[in-house]
DNA sequence: CGGTTTTGACCTGCGC
DNA sequence: GCGCAGGTCAAAACCG
């Protein structure tokens, strides 16, 4: 223990006060506050008393060494004034251990020690000695004092830490985003160009099909390609704003993706004119239609809620509805081309009925993520199911059929001209007509659609995208002149009729096991006693698919419109 | 003061 | 070509 210490004075000079004064104690290397008792100008004879204040956290390995340490302040102090009868430092170890009042303030890590010393019990002089109550309130105030300090770094700290924290979750935030759409456009897109290439061998008359994408979500994207020109320029001749959550994927064509994205929403006359020499793509790009999504849910609200920032920025009375239409267009980053209307029902105005358009170009908070994952798997269902074909627009309903159950009004998807459309319908209640399969129905946990609509719409998402996997499964059915491709590319053989091949795959155990392990899997692993997974598809009069769902409080419903 | 909403004007596609 | 309807623009108003 080093001996050596450094103090201002001592004892302090007659006409200097060190109250409140510091000395640095190289034993624990810090500093220590001289309390005005030690500084007392009174003569170091008879009792005494002098406290000292430090703030080291672990110091009672040091109490020892600071006896010692007092004991040599009151020898030195004896012998500069030549006591006769000066105890030598043992006889002041001895004192300073039978009369010393220690306290180790242990929660603010302020070490206090107060040392009552005489030199002779027996004479005791209060004159001399401070008051005792403003002794400890100085020392309650000097403890306060370090532990206000001590809380404020504290603080500042849990701050750094929450900021770092933070930080983090909206790093987490960005690469779970970019990893999910990443995710679900491989899966959809590989199952699209699969059923896309085997429709151009079926049609191997033309020489070169024209092969075209439309990939639509609030959090997807829209991509066209056209293998004759897979080019396509912006107005400007810029470069469109990338996203950096749809860039992920379709490395190769992101530039036709983009500027197909900007292009739909720029507005086909704006290319045209800007633009002349595409005209000869103008037909090209006249059918790449710009699908929606509209979802209708009961609120008295003006909109609803679902997570994206959004501006207005015109209204219009729309023909045959006495509500005015309102458009919106997303403000959560600059140029994004995502854009929404809302309007209520006509019929019935408690319904808002918001279309969704676009794709976002940023990634989406977790909030913003269910309604835009769930339109935009709805709007990829739909397109996918309705590329073009020999016989024109094909109706996707029947896909849309094929996996949510029990469909007569929860999801309708109209491919009709000029915006294919998708609408989830978050209004209505079950149809008990439409589950009369107890033992195959699939229940989905959703709360009053009416009044929860956000946890419905969370769940939207998980359900379009599973039924992503299994969709080209119909895809082929919407199609009649590609039923027997799509059965061939599904199950290997070929299908007879429309009614076989909706047959086959009706019975296709794997399907419906695959189709019910992707929905119990979604609801929480088939564990939560809440959810009755069971799903059976049903094969409808009209040819269609469907499983059976049924909730009480909540469905899922897809219509065909047999078109 | 910056962002948002309002609202009339404007543009475009489409049907006749 | 004209009118209609849907959609967008942009200046003014509004708001926090």
Same mark, same amino acid.
């Given at each position: 223990?080093?001996?050596?210490?450094?103090?201002?004075?001592?004892?302090?000079?007659?006409?200097? $006060?060190?109250?409140?004064?510091?000395?640095?104690?190289?034993?624990?290397?810090?500093?220590?506050?001289?309390?005005?008792?030690?500084?007392?100008?009174?003569?170091?004879?008879?009792?005494? $008393?002098?406290?000292?204040?430090?703030?080291?956290?672990?110091?009672?390995?040091?109490?020892?060494?600071?006896?010692?340490?007092?004991?040599?302040?009151?020898?030195?102090?004896?012998?500069?004034?030549?006591?006769?009868?000066?105890?030598?430092?043992?006889?002041?170890?001895?004192?300073?251990?039978?009369?010393?009042?220690?306290?180790f303030n242990v929660n603010t890590g302020l070490h206090l020690l107060t040392a009552n010393t005489c030199s002779d019990h027996s004479i005791v002089d209060d004159g001399i000695s401070p008051d005792s109550e403003d002794k400890r309130a100085k020392n309650e105030l000097v403890a306060l004092q370090a532990d206000l300090e001590r809380t404020n770094i504290e603080n500042h700290r849990l701050k750094d830490l929450l900021n770092e924290a933070t930080s983090n979750y909206n790093t987490l935030q960005m690469h779970l985003v970019t990893v999910m759409q990443q995710q679900s456009h491989k899966a959809a897109d590989h199952e699209l160009e699969q059923f896309s290439d085997l429709h151009a061998r079926k049609n191997s008359g033309a020489s070169e099909v024209p092969r075209q994408f439309?990939?639509?979500g609030l959090g997807g994207q829209i991509s066209s390609e056209t293998d004759a020109e897979p080019s396509l320029s912006s107005p400007e001749g810029g470069d469109p704003i990338r996203s950096p959550v749809s860039n992920m994927d379709h490395l190769s064509k992101e530039d036709d993706v983009d500027q197909a994205s900007q292009n739909a929403w720029m507005g086909s006359n704006k290319v045209s004119r800007l633009n002349p020499s595409k005209s000869v793509d103008q037909a090209t790009e006249a059918t790449i239609r710009k699908a929606r999504v509209s979802v209708r849910a009961r609120s008295e609200a003006p909109m609803i809620t679902d997570g994206c920032q959004w501006r207005k920025y015109g209204q219009k009375i729309a023909k045959g509805n006495p509500c005015p239409r309102a458009y919106y267009r997303c403000t959560m980053a600059t140029g994004c081309p995502v854009r929404k209307q809302v309007q209520r029902c006509a019929d019935d105005r408690s319904i808002l009925i918001t279309t969704y358009e676009g794709n976002h170009n940023h990634p989406l908070p977790p909030a913003a993520m269910a309604m835009?994952?769930?339109?935009?798997?709805?709007?990829?269902?739909?397109?996918?199911?309705?590329?073009?074909?020999?016989?024109?627009?094909?109706?996707?309903?029947?896909?849309?059929?094929?996996?949510?159950?029990?469909?007569?009004?929860?999801?309708?998807?109209?491919?009709?001209?000029?915006?294919?459309?998708?609408?989830?319908?978050?209004?209505?209640?079950?149809?008990?007509?439409?589950?009369?399969?107890?033992?195959?129905?699939?229940?989905?946990?959703?709360?009053?659609?009416?009044?929860?609509?956000?946890?419905?719409?969370?769940?939207?998402p998980q359900i379009f995208s599973h039924a992503l996997h299994n969709q080209s499964k119909f895809s082929g059915l919407q199609m009649s002149q590609d039923i027997e491709a799509a059965a061939t590319l599904q199950f290997g053989h070929q299908a007879g009729s429309l009614a076989e091949t909706v047959n086959a795959l009706t019975a296709d155990p794997n399907f419906t096991a695959a189709l019910a392990a992707a929905i119990s899997s979604v609801m929480g692993g088939g564990s939560n006693p809440n959810n009755n997974v069971n799903v059976t598809p049903i094969t409808t009069n009209n040819g269609s698919v469907t499983t059976s769902n049924n909730n009480k409080n909540g469905n899922i419903k897809v219509t065909n419109s047999g078109n």
């Open positions: 223990m080093a001996e050596s210490f450094v103090i201002n004075s001592f004892p302090p000079p007659q006409d200097h $006060q060190l109250y409140d004064q510091y000395f640095y104690d190289n034993r624990v290397g810090n500093y220590c506050k001289v309390e005005p008792a030690l500084m007392d100008s009174s003569p170091p004879r008879g009792n005494f $008393q002098f406290q000292l204040s430090t703030s080291m956290h672990d110091h009672d390995h040091n109490r020892p060494d600071e006896m010692d340490f007092f004991a040599r302040k009151i020898d030195d102090h004896d012998r500069d004034h030549d006591h006769d009868n000066a105890s030598d430092g043992d006889d002041r170890r001895a004192l300073l251990s039978r009369s010393s009042e220690i306290d439309i990939n639509l835009a994952s769930s339109t935009s798997s709805a709007a990829r269902m739909l397109l996918s199911g309705s590329m073009p074909s020999a016989d024109g627009i094909i109706n996707s309903n029947v896909l849309a059929r094929s996996f949510l159950p029990c469909s007569n009004n929860m999801a309708t998807i109209s491919a009709s001209a000029p915006f294919p459309t998708v609408t989830l319908d978050l209004t209505q209640t079950p149809n008990p007509l439409d589950c009369q399969r107890p033992q195959n129905q699939f229940q989905l946990p959703f709360q009053n659609p009416q009044q929860n609509f956000a946890s419905s719409a969370a769940l939207l």
